[in-house]
């Protein structure tokens, strides 16, 4: 697996819905995985945000109505925060009587599991996943050094983007351009950010067009990466 090449789009990515989409688009292929999936989780690490591949949404139906206590490779993922395959857990057969094998993953053709942490200002903020359909080979611990780096970067990109707006900018922007600034950061469009804050799109143009001149930016990205002090 060669996976410089999405490091470097990794770390040029613009806000969150750009950086999960990024890892949709490349990370599976690199696995070698039949479907994958990106979550990001709250403080009780429930899901708050998904993106799946390769599988119908129904199989985020049938593993909800499992449980996800059931779930033997996100719970030891969970509390040891350690990316995880199914055979590092199991022996193949005791993988194949567990009831995340039985009740889902062999109802779709899947195989072989494997999942990683996301880490941000310490605790767990999300995972990622892969799956391996029944002729593919199972995961092997050096999938999990490889995976090991990849979560480092996207946690690291995460992170970067979660930044609070820097302080030297605060007296500059009204409370309304700092709520529309969030959420330009988190990926949404004006037609997103008009509906979340009940205002017209034609206002939300105007208010980033004013951001724009006080900060002396001509971009979206540009805007947020100056007012997060990453650039």
Not at 24 to 29: R, S, V
Not at 130 to 143: C, H, I, V
């Amino acid at each position: 697996m060669k996976f410089a090449p999405l490091f470097e789009k990794i770390t040029t990515t613009a806000n969150e819905a750009q950086l999960r989409s990024t890892f949709m688009e490349n990370a599976g292929e690199l696995v070698g995985a039949t479907a994958w999936g990106f979550d990001l989780l709250d403080s009780r690490f429930q899901v708050i945000e998904s993106d799946l591949y390769g599988l119908p949404n129904t199989f985020r139906d049938r593993y909800q109505a499992m449980g996800s206590g059931a779930d033997v490779l996100s719970q030891q993922m969970i509390r040891h925060q350690i990316p995880v395959h199914n055979l590092s857990l199991q022996s193949y057969k005791d993988w194949r009587q567990s009831q995340l094998y039985q009740r889902v993953l062999l109802i779709y053709g899947m195989e072989h599991g494997m999942v990683a942490p996301l880490i941000g200002n310490g605790r767990l903020i999300g995972g990622i996943y892969f799956m391996r359909g029944e002729k593919l080979p199972a995961f092997k611990d050096s999938d999990l050094i490889q995976l090991s780096s990849l979560c480092q970067h996207l946690s690291v990109r995460l992170a970067t983007l979660r930044l609070p707006i820097n302080s030297q900018w605060m007296d500059r922007l009204t409370p309304r351009e700092l709520d529309i600034v969030e959420l330009v950061a988190q990926g949404l469009s004006n037609r997103a950010i008009s509906q979340k804050l009940y205002i017209s799109q034609d206002a939300v143009k105007q208010a980033l067009k004013r951001i724009f001149r006080k900060i002396d930016v001509s971009a979206r990205t540009e805007m947020v990466a100056k007012l997060k002090g990453v650039v």
